[in-house]
T-cell receptor, first 111, second 119 residues
Framework: TQLLEQSPQFLSIQEGENLTVYCNSS?????LQWYRQEPGEGPVLLVT?????EVKKLKRLTFQFGDARKDSSLHITAAQPGDTGLYLC???????????FGPGTRLSVLP | DAGVIQSPRHEVTEMGQEVTLRCKPI?????LFWYRQTMMRGLELLIY????????DSGMPEDRFSAKMPNASFSTLKIQPSEPRDSAVYFC?????????????????FGDGTRLSIL
C-alpha cells in the first residue's frame, strides 16, 4: 500500500510571506498531482508533474517533483489571502496502482 | 461548461435509513470516481468506473455501500442501512481518461460534494 505524507499539517502565515509545503512517500510514483480545496467545494487540480526533477510554475506557485519521484514540494511566493485552503497531493504508483491522496496541508494566509 | 454535478448538497437522516447520492459527470469523460472525506481519514477513494464499468471497489467500506453507473451521464452511491459513522462529505469526480494507474496523469474534476449527516 502506498502512502503519501504531507507536512506541515497546518500552516498560518501573514500576507506577503513565502512558504513551502511537502509531500513525501517511500514509494515511487509515476506521476503526482497537487490540488487545492476551498471550504464547501471539491478539490481543484493545480498541476500534474510526471518527470523526476520536473519544475512547474503557476504564477506565484512553484511545484517540484523529486528526482527519485518519491516526493514533491509546493512553494508559494508572497502568499495572499486567496491562497487559503487545503492543499492535497495525490499520486499513482509506478506499476498501475490506484490513485491515493495525502492528508493535506491546511494553509491560512492572514491579511 | 457544466462541471460535475452532485445532489443533494446536504442530507440529514436517521440511522437505518437508506441514503442515495447522485452524480452527473462531465460530458465525454470516461471515468467516474466516488470519494469520502472526513477529518480523521482525509480523502478516500471508494470506487471508480471506466466506461460505466466498475473497475475497483476495494475502497467500499462494507456491503452496506453500493454504487451503480447505468449510463455515461449518471451514477449513484447508496448506503443501506446508514449508520452515524457514515457521516462525511462524499465527492464524485470524473476524468477524461482511464483516471487511474497508467492513466493517472489525467486530471480529476470534482463536484462540490454531498455533506451527509447520519443521526
Amino acid at each position: 500500500t502506498q502512502l503519501l505524507e504531507q507536512s506541515p499539517q497546518f500552516l498560518s502565515i501573514q500576507e506577503g510571506e513565502n512558504l513551502t509545503v511537502y509531500c513525501n512517500s517511500s514509494s515511487v510514483f509515476s506521476s503526482l498531482q497537487w490540488y487545492r480545496q476551498e471550504p464547501g467545494e471539491g478539490p481543484v487540480l493545480l498541476v500534474t508533474v510526471v518527470t523526476g526533477g520536473e519544475v512547474k510554475k503557476l504564477k506565484r506557485l512553484t511545484f517540484q517533483f523529486g528526482d527519485a519521484r518519491k516526493d514533491s514540494s509546493l512553494h508559494i511566493t508572497a502568499a495572499q489571502p486567496g491562497d487559503t485552503g487545503l492543499y492535497l497531493c495525490a499520486g499513482a504508483g509506478n506499476y498501475g496502482q490506484n490513485f491515493v491522496f495525502g492528508p493535506g496541508t491546511r494553509l491560512s494566509v492572514l491579511p | 461548461d457544466a462541471g460535475v454535478i452532485q445532489s443533494p448538497r446536504h442530507e440529514v437522516t436517521e440511522m437505518g435509513q437508506e441514503v442515495t447520492l447522485r452524480c452527473k459527470p462531465i460530458s465525454g469523460h470516461n471515468s467516474l470516481f466516488w470519494y469520502r472525506q472526513t477529518m480523521m481519514r482525509g480523502l478516500e477513494l471508494l470506487i471508480y468506473f471506466n466506461n460505466n464499468v466498475p473497475i475497483d471497489d476495494s475502497g467500499m467500506p462494507e456491503d452496506r455501500f453500493s454504487a451503480k453507473m447505468p449510463n455515461a451521464s449518471f451514477s449513484t452511491l447508496k448506503i443501506q442501512p446508514s449508520e452515524p459513522r457514515d457521516s462525511a462529505v462524499y465527492f464524485c469526480a470524473s476524468s477524461p481518461g482511464g483516471g487511474q494507474g497508467l492513466y493517472s496523469n489525467q486530471p480529476q474534476h470534482f463536484g462540490d460534494g454531498t455533506r451527509l449527516s447520519i443521526l
